[in-house]
């Protein structure tokens, strides 16, 4: 036979002492609730899942549930999961995990995500599927608890790498993969080491750059599957995507799952853009005009006055900081900046923030405003508050615990949430539909991770998101050039990501930061921004053609 | 067991453990402790550990169970299919009902009782993937034959603990623990019987994924230790096994027929 038997003999063995001992015995009532908690715990049969009879409260999705019936039925529990963002890798990961422990084929996990993602996957698992993950801070964590989620870097170093080598996990899941996909890292190294029975690998770009980091990602999950290295980069190696070989293709779809959102069928909410004009009272735009009328050789190169017009843009605190930073490196400025802060002085309201004041009142409802400056965030706080509207302060460097409670005094207290950095990290904010984009950030990415804040899985109303352009500014040409041109705004969730992608997103982010920090003139500005349009125009006229 | 049956199954639960049902209605439950299911339930050991070195009266407390989603008027832990303390509860219950000896209750007629040993027995196939099943079965202990789903006899008939009156017990020519061993070759035999296209199935995946492991790694000596883990993984994975565990079981004093 092909079968080994394994029998418990603990049942027998305390038999054998009770008949001994003639005793004690149980009722029949007993004995029956017994039966029936054994049954309520069988698992019926091989295929399908159980866990979603376990979890009545989640609403699982119907591409949640394939994906993790797929890993469990067809992909024997190693994976990448790869769907776009926002399309609740945590909770096919979770369900995943939590079919393998109801079914016993999974007792001991390992979780590895980044370090900021560790105390809300803690939460979640414990929360919404009842499994008693615990947050890695003590070195006895690793062999006392079953469900440990890390980060990385944490149980990479000694002495965490020894004690983790000689457990035997069960399963061992990493959140945001993709930064594995070069196997030089250290990081890489770590988690080839380990013992992978089952594995999941979740990510959202499993491709940023070039095709062969696939392959590295694959290998950890099931190496040979795409051949050795050596074999891989003779076939493969030219390739620049993977629609470029059927059967490359087809061997990936057997370890990854990828949905884009619109093959889940989801019912998304509609986007409501409106873009608000505000014209320059005169005093700040005396100070914008002074700034262009600086020389380049005046200022130091790397901070042209590109930079300065962006600021007062967005608020003269702003700008402030930058000058004060200025002055202290380059005392000889002193004339010309002084003469600035003078014309400073004159401006005592900003029209943008009267202009978000009054928008704020109308929409009667929660708002959050993005900012990219931490002045323009404490001016605004301040602002609002004169005028009677409490707001909370969220920034990307806060501790977990922090921007829990300033979610939670959002959610509960105030009525404005004013953000300066959205974080691909951050935090979920679907109970609010309203969203200022105070000033624009130069990579639309940004703006994409601001917005899908608010419009992701559970946003249950449209979303408004509002676009506040000074007039004749450096704003207005980023706006009019890029935002427009690529109309950002219109599109569904998740495209943009598919054409940056494309576009090599790292060096596409570069180049703009590059051409906004670097331009000498809003001329030459013009000319770079309108070139760097043509270029995504062509790649989406074939992301379209290729589908 | 569906989330209808939760109800039926903690009234039932708590009535076996000698914890009255203080507040009843659709869909809740409020039921007292007695000191035992309090430690058993309620986690607090340095409380009891405290009352206990005072030489004090411990207070078990009451513990409140809502088995409907929809009732949000009453104070309580909402409970479902998945919910961490229905798992508490099926776990005492496991282990309070696992050795039993009763009797058929037979009245107003005098009656050899005859001795049986039952078993409930779980078995567990597992590789990558798992299924369970359950057998029922009872050796009579004076003749040695077996009956499978033996459970459905049971449950026909009324137990207790003692012997009834006008009855008296055959006692078994067979020892209840040479009865169980031939149960365990019943179930092996049972075992061997069967053909198992589970386990070639993972047997095939197995040898599929290993190939391509073992390519993997040609030639690059310096990773012997890793390609032996990943090896090693594929069979804690893959390697088909049976796991036979008794659930519970005893002897059981029939009318002899």
Same mark, same amino acid.
């Given at each position: ?24 015995? #149980? ?8 039966? &029936? ?6 698992? =019926?049969?091989? @295929?399908? $899942?159980?866990?979603?009879?376990? !979890? ?24 990448? !999961? ?85 457990q035997t996990y069960d399963i061992v899941i990493i959140d945001e993969a993709h930064k594995l996909k070069n196997n030089k890292t250290k990081n890489y190294e770590f988690v080839q080491g380990l013992k992978k029975k089952f594995c999941l690998l979740l990510t959202a770009t499993p491709i940023q750059n070039r095709v062969e980091e696939i392959f590295h990602l694959v290998s950890l999950l099931k190496p040979g599957h795409l051949g ?16 470029? @070989? ?10 990854? *799952? ?15 853009v409106e873009t608000i004009f505000i014209e320059f009272s005169e005093a700040e735009r005396n100070v914008y005009e002074t700034i262009q009328r600086f020389k380049s050789p005046l200022l130091d190169t790397s901070l042209s006055h590109m930079t300065l017009l962006r600021e007062i843009c967005s608020s003269k605190e702003a700008l402030f900081c930058t000058l004060k930073n200025m002055l202290e490196q380059k005392p000889h400025l002193e004339t010309t900046i002084s003469a600035l802060l003078q014309k400073m002085n004159d401006i005592n309201e900003h029209t943008k923030a009267k202009k978000a004041l009054e928008l704020i009142q109308t929409i009667n409802d929660k708002v959050i405003v993005f900012t990219e400056y931490r002045a ?67 990579? =639309? ?19 408004? *998101? ?32 598919? *054409?940056?992608?494309?576009?090599? +997103? ?5 180049? $703009? ?7 000498? +003139? ?26 | ?58 207070? =078990? ?8 989603? #929809? ?17 508490? *509860? ?24 005859? =001795? ?32 499978? +789903? ?14 009834? @009156? ?61 390609? &032996?883990? &990943? ?13 036979? #565990? ?12």
């Amino acid at each position: 036979m092909n079968v080994t038997m394994h029998w418990e003999r603990s049942w027998k063995d305390e038999f054998v002492t009770r008949i001994e001992r003639d005793g004690p015995w #149980s009722n029949w009532e007993l004995y029956e609730l017994a039966l &029936e908690a054994t049954k309520a715990l069988t698992i =019926p049969q091989f @295929d399908g $899942l159980q866990a979603p009879k376990h !979890l009545p409260h989640i609403t699982i999705l119907p591409h949640q549930y394939d994906v993790a019936r797929q890993v469990v039925e067809q992909m024997n529990g190693k994976a990448i !999961l790869a769907d776009e963002v926002g399309l609740g890798k945590t909770i096919e990961a979770g369900l995943i995990l939590k079919e393998y422990m109801i079914r016993g084929l999974v007792k001991k996990a390992l979780i590895l995500v980044p370090a900021s993602l560790v105390s809300q996957w803690v939460q979640e698992l414990n929360e919404k599927f009842f499994i008693p993950a615990v947050a890695q801070k003590k070195s006895y964590v690793w062999e006392q608890c079953d469900v440990v989620v890390s980060s990385i870097d944490t149980a990479k170093k000694q002495p965490h790498r020894d004690i983790i080598y000689e457990q035997t996990y069960d399963i061992v899941i990493i959140d945001e993969a993709h930064k594995l996909k070069n196997n030089k890292t250290k990081n890489y190294e770590f988690v080839q080491g380990l013992k992978k029975k089952f594995c999941l690998l979740l990510t959202a770009t499993p491709i940023q750059n070039r095709v062969e980091e696939i392959f590295h990602l694959v290998s950890l999950l099931k190496p040979g599957h795409l051949g050795n290295a050596e074999q891989f980069q003779k076939r493969y190696g030219k390739l620049r995507t993977l629609h470029d @070989d059927a059967h490359l293709k087809e061997l990936i779809r057997k370890v990854m *799952i990828r949905h884009r959102r619109h093959d889940t069928g989801i019912e998304w909410t509609k986007r409501h853009v409106e873009t608000i004009f505000i014209e320059f009272s005169e005093a700040e735009r005396n100070v914008y005009e002074t700034i262009q009328r600086f020389k380049s050789p005046l200022l130091d190169t790397s901070l042209s006055h590109m930079t300065l017009l962006r600021e007062i843009c967005s608020s003269k605190e702003a700008l402030f900081c930058t000058l004060k930073n200025m002055l202290e490196q380059k005392p000889h400025l002193e004339t010309t900046i002084s003469a600035l802060l003078q014309k400073m002085n004159d401006i005592n309201e900003h029209t943008k923030a009267k202009k978000a004041l009054e928008l704020i009142q109308t929409i009667n409802d929660k708002v959050i405003v993005f900012t990219e400056y931490r002045a323009t965030q404490l001016y605004l706080q301040w602002f609002f508050k004169q005028h009677g509207i409490s707001s909370v302060p969220f920034r990307g460097g806060f501790k977990r615990s922090k921007k829990d409670w300033m979610k939670e005094l959002f959610q509960h207290r105030s009525q404005v949430l004013i953000a300066t950095e959205a974080g691909g990290e951050g935090i979920n904010l679907q109970f609010c539909n309203h969203v200022i984009n105070y000033d624009l950030p130069w990579n =639309p990415m940004r703006l994409e991770q601001r917005i899908g804040r608010v419009h992701r899985l559970g946003q249950t109303k449209d979303v408004h *998101i509002y676009n506040f352009v000074v007039r004749n500014t450096v704003e207005e040409h980023i706006f009019t050039l890029l935002y427009e041109k690529i109309q950002l705004f219109e599109r569904v969730v998740g495209e943009l990501d598919d *054409i940056l992608m494309k576009l090599q +997103s790292p060096a596409f982010s570069n180049h $703009l930061e590059r051409i906004i920090a670097q331009s000498k +003139s809003e001329g030459e500005l013009k000319i770079k921004m309108q070139n760097l349009v043509e270029i995504l125009a062509n790649t989406e006229e074939q992301t379209h053609a290729a589908r | 067991m569906q989330q209808d049956d939760i109800q039926s199954f903690l009234e039932r639960f708590f009535t076996a453990a000698h914890c009255p049902i203080v507040e009843r209605s659709d869909g809740h439950i409020r039921v007292q402790l007695t000191v035992e299911m309090d430690k058993q339930l309620m986690n607090r050991p340095f409380y009891w550990h405290y009352v206990e070195r005072i030489g004090a009266i411990g207070e =078990p407390l009451q513990l409140s169970l809502i088995t409907k989603r #929809s009732i949000h008027e009453k104070k309580g832990e909402h409970i479902h299919f998945g919910s961490p303390r229905l798992h508490q *509860i099926f776990s005492i219950a496991k282990m309070n009902g696992r050795f039993v000896r009763l009797y058929e209750q037979v009245f107003e007629r005098s009656a050899a009782l005859h =001795p049986w040993l039952h078993t409930n027995i779980l078995l567990s196939y597992e590789c990558d993937r798992k299924q369970d099943r359950l057998l029922s079965l009872g050796i009579h202990l004076i003749s040695g034959t077996i009956v499978e +789903s033996f459970y459905d006899v049971l449950k026909e008939k009324q137990w207790g603990v003692t012997v009834p @009156d006008y009855c008296f017990t055959i006692s078994p020519l067979i020892k209840p623990i040479s009865g169980l061993a031939r149960l365990e070759a019943f179930v092996e035999r049972l075992i061997a019987s069967e053909t198992h296209e589970w386990a070639d199935a993972a047997r095939a995946r197995w040898e599929e994924d290993l190939a391509l492991l073992k390519h993997f790694y040609e030639g690059i000596e310096e990773k012997q230790e890793e390609y &032996e883990k &990943e090896k090693e993984a594929l069979r804690q994975r893959y390697e088909p096994r049976i796991h036979i #565990s008794i659930i519970n079981g005893g002897v059981f004093y029939l009318e002899a027929k």
